[in-house]
């Protein structure tokens, strides 16, 4: 009997998660948070607005830490 009731349990867990996530729940201000479409929607990347340097020959070499003082 308690398995039955378990089983019962999670059938109506999943029928109501499952519309939550349609929307069924939306009028009433319970549906999923969608995003807006301004923030989905970005402009691509373009490849000249790339610029390669080489770093490595730029930077000055790393400085050495000062040696650990003995107290």
Excluded: Y
Aim: glycine share 4%; aromatic share 8%.
């Amino acid at each position: 009997m308690l398995l039955r009731s378990a089983i019962v349990l999670l059938l109506v867990f999943n029928v109501l998660v499952l519309s939550w996530t349609a929307g069924i729940f939306s009028r009433w201000g319970w549906g999923p948070t969608r995003p807006h479409p301004e923030v989905l929607a970005q402009p691509p990347i373009e490849a000249q607005a790339f610029k390669l340097t080489d770093v490595q020959s730029r930077m000055s070499p790393a400085p050495t830490p000062p040696p650990p003082s003995v107290q």
